[in-house]
């Protein structure tokens, strides 16, 4: 199994996080993976991208035009990072928005699940598992999720990327 | 969720061989398998998590060590080293720029040594990403005649902790480390090892004349650190990598060292290069092994050096048949990214360069958050000083310059003596403008103490606010020496802000409430009027608010804030006071609050000039 991730959005919306469980997906199964993430300044709201190679890689950085999977938690990041994504290979934006990628209107799910804002990164991550776009099954995101993540956020955790994993079924994913 | 993934529940998934780790976890790690039992560091992009991981693995494993967050990185170089001078083993942690405060012990212990294991991991920032600049820490090692090591992954630079240790000890020299963000950044699967306890206590031997050498004694501490490094240079161990090719470009190899080789290696592959051509991955660039430096200036007619930042490599193979990024043919400065590489490999092996564009630049600018302290004090100091010089610094707060309440950005502790600089020389001329220096507290303690000093005693004249929002928050909410804990949580002694500023000397000192503008606005004026009164000098205000990152600062009072009809449109707002929490309304022309980005910190009230913006509590 290879494939290559890019996960785009602003500091702030949690795309580390997101980076960091599907890096411990990966672990789970048993696959060499290598993530890159932006810590610093750029953290302080700017625009931000985390990669993810799942397989035998050397390097950290996926180059332009060769990711399969692009999750953009931010849509007006499509301007800047839609070309990391190769032709075939799919986008999935957090949006209300439609266009020629798979809209999520995460944000929304998570707030009317009385989630905080940031939660929507679990909501895109939950939405891209069930739409099985992804290296792994959404049963070993939600139990590195289950496992991983401390205690008082982790039932609204799950509760996120289950809204995602509701939507993307509904979508008929 | 924003919750960041605990250590402590990443153990409880099961006993598993490997761990996701980012890079600078898997140096902490080493060092604490490795038996250290000093290690310090200054927080800074991309070291800041090697410390904190030192911290999680000596808790979880049990060892015990001294493991510190210093005042600065000069401070922890002296400090560490003196713990690999008593027989133990020692580390410390810091930026590429931070070796450049660090600059003046490092050099010197090359000369003198240690007598136990001493690693410095300097950490680069090729981009630059987060750093003021692009600087190649293996310079600062050749300089210095230091050994440094340089690693390709997070896996490699766990490993190369351990051997760096190692060899420190068998030639009695420092060694550094020097990963670059791409690998301190990166995670990967890797191996977890068992602690070794070497059960050394301090044995400090006195040596005048090498602990305190006089420069008679000098010069042979530098002929006996050359026989050293003569002897490292032919350490097998630390000999390139090689990866044979089949023989199709004869006379022609590739030299690569840390990320840059992954990343060529990685492109090689795409080109369907992998494999064809000789391949060697430089581990020491530092010094470089002898007897294959030998070998390939006999068998290469073209060699090609990938490396970063820099030139080390190639200018210590010369120039003629190497070639790099001194010599042209690899850009030379920048980041070597899949994506410049491309080129440069398909080019120097003379393959069709294969279509592809770089990435777009562009994007969303960072911004101080919504509801963050130093915001008010910016648009207070553009608004009281609209004619002022406002020297900056180091962290956050130089998004200041964003609100243009932030004019120079150099180095750590800089802006207070430019502050006098631009008064002394603005003053030659008889009148000064308002000059009002701005730094974080946890900037101040690390370089403003002596710079605030030397501004007293030659009686420069300006304004200099402290933005305390009580921890380092850039680089992930390091404590303060005002802290009163220590990195491993125990308790330490509380160096307050108020006294440390009175005993520099200043004479006008006030501490307000970073929220309250009216307040601080008042202050402002009365500070500036000491300053230019006969007996006037540094006036010192302390803007405090916690960061609203740290949990104190998320259990604030939060308001209800709303913009009402009474908006006049005039985007004041949105202009001077850059918040998020505020955006403009087309439909009905008029400014409006963005609930989601709003923390209702109510500081926009002060901001409106038709008193538009409304707060209560309970929000």
């Not at chain 1, 702030?12 to 932006?38: D, F, I, K, N, Y």
């Not at chain 2, 850009?331 to 990214?337: H, I, K, N, R, S």
């Not at chain 2, 910016?378 to 180091?394: N, Q």
């Not at chain 2, 500036?528 to 990152?549: K, M, N, T, W, Y």
Request: glycine residues 12%; proline residues 7%.
């Amino acid at each position: 199994m290879r494939q290559q991730i890019i996960v785009s959005g602003l500091g702030g919306q949690g795309a580390v996080t997101l980076t960091r469980w599907l890096g411990e997906a990966a672990l789970a199964l048993g696959w060499p993976v290598l993530t890159s993430e932006t810590h610093g300044m750029a953290q302080r709201g700017g625009t931000v991208i985390s990669m993810v190679k799942v397989g035998g890689y050397h390097g950290p950085l996926i180059p332009w035009g060769a990711a399969d999977v692009g999750l953009f938690l931010a849509r007006d990041n499509l301007r800047v990072h839609g070309g990391y994504v190769r032709p075939g290979g799919v986008a999935v934006v957090n949006t209300v928005e439609p266009g020629p990628y798979q809209g999520i209107d995460a944000l929304g799910l998570a707030l009317a699940q009385g989630l905080k804002p940031v939660a929507a990164n679990l909501v895109l991550l939950g939405y891209a598992a069930g739409r099985r776009v992804l290296f792994c099954a959404a049963e070993v995101l939600e139990g590195v999720i289950r496992s991983m993540t401390p205690p008082r956020f982790r039932e609204d955790s799950l509760r996120a990327f289950g809204a995602g994993l509701a939507a993307a079924r509904e979508a008929g994913g | 969720m924003n919750s960041q993934p605990s250590s402590a529940s990443a153990g409880a998934v099961g006993l598993r061989p490997e761990r996701l780790l980012l890079g600078n976890e898997a140096i902490g790690r080493a060092l604490v398998e490795c038996g250290v039992t000093l290690a310090a560091s200054y927080p800074g992009t991309p070291a800041s998590e090697i410390l904190a991981a030192v911290v999680a693995a000596a808790k979880e494993t049990g060892a015990e060590l001294h493991a510190e967050w210093s005042i600065n990185e000069k401070v922890a170089f002296e400090t560490a080293l003196a713990n690999a001078m008593c027989g133990r083993r020692a580390a410390v942690a810091m930026k590429q720029v931070g070796l450049n405060v660090a600059a003046d012990p490092f050099f010197r212990a090359a000369y003198l040594g240690v007598t136990g294991g001493f690693l410095v991991v300097a950490a680069d920032d090729p981009g630059p990403h987060s750093s003021q600049t692009e600087q190649d820490s293996r310079l600062m090692a050749l300089a210095a005649q230091v050994p440094v090591l340089d690693p390709m992954d997070p896996r490699e630079a766990r490993e190369m902790a351990g051997r760096g240790l190692e060899l420190s000890e068998r030639h009695g020299v420092p060694v550094m480390l020097r990963p670059t963000t791409r690998v301190c950044h990166a995670r990967q699967n890797v191996p977890l090892g068992e602690v070794v306890s070497l059960d050394r206590p301090a044995r400090f031997v006195k040596d005048p004349g090498r602990w305190a050498a006089t420069p008679a004694l000098v010069r042979e501490l530098h002929r006996r650190l050359q026989d050293k490094l003569a002897a490292i240079a032919r350490e097998a161990e630390f000999a390139p990598d090689f990866l044979p090719g089949d023989g199709r470009w004869p006379g022609k190899c590739i030299v690569a060292s840390g990320v840059a080789a992954a990343h060529a290696l990685d492109v090689l592959a795409e080109l369907n290069a992998w494999g064809q051509v000789d391949f060697y991955r430089v581990k020491m660039p530092f010094p470089l092994h002898q007897p294959w430096e030998e070998r390939i200036r006999q068998h290469y007619q073209e060699i090609l050096v990938l490396e970063e930042p820099g030139p080390v490599i190639e200018l210590q193979l010369g120039a003629g048949r190497v070639t790099g990024r001194a010599a042209g043919a690899v850009p030379g400065y920048g980041e070597l990214t899949p994506e410049i590489l491309r080129p440069v490999l398909a080019g120097f092996l003379g393959l069709a360069v294969p279509e592809g564009s770089a990435p777009a630049a562009g994007g969303v600018r960072p911004s101080l958050c919504a509801g963050c302290g130093h915001r008010g004090v910016f648009y207070a100091l553009r608004e009281t000083f609209p004619h002022g010089i406002f020297p900056s610094d180091i962290g956050c707060y130089t998004l200041g310059v964003n609100l243009q309440a932030v004019d120079t950005c150099h180095c750590m502790g800089a802006g207070i003596s430019q502050a006098a600089g631009f008064y002394h020389a603005y003053a030659a001329g008889g009148d000064f403008p308002p000059i009002v220096a701005t730094i974080g507290d946890s900037t101040f303690y690390h370089a403003g103490i002596p710079a605030l000093i030397n501004a007293v005693f030659h009686r420069a004249r300006f304004l200099l606010v402290i933005l305390d929002n009580q921890t380092t928050a850039m680089t992930g909410h390091q404590p303060t020496p005002a802290v009163g804990v220590t990195a491993q949580g125990r308790p330490a002694t509380p160096v307050a802000l108020p006294e440390l500023i009175q005993a520099c000397g200043v004479k006008f000192l006030r501490e307000v409430e970073a929220y309250d503008l009216p307040e601080l606005t008042r202050i402002l004026t009365e500070a500036d009027q000491f300053c230019r009164s006969p007996e006037g000098g540094v006036a010192v205000i302390i803007a405090r608010h916690p960061c609203l990152l740290t949990p104190e600062g998320q259990r604030q009072l939060r308001y209800r804030v709303r913009v009402t009809e009474t908006c006049v449109g005039c985007r004041h707002c949105l202009e001077a006071f850059e918040c998020r929490g505020l955006r403009w309304e087309e439909s009905e022309g008029r400014a409006a609050i963005d609930p989601v980005v709003c923390v209702g910190c109510g500081v926009c009230v002060h901001v409106c000039p038709a008193g538009a913006i409304e707060a209560e509590a309970g929000g």
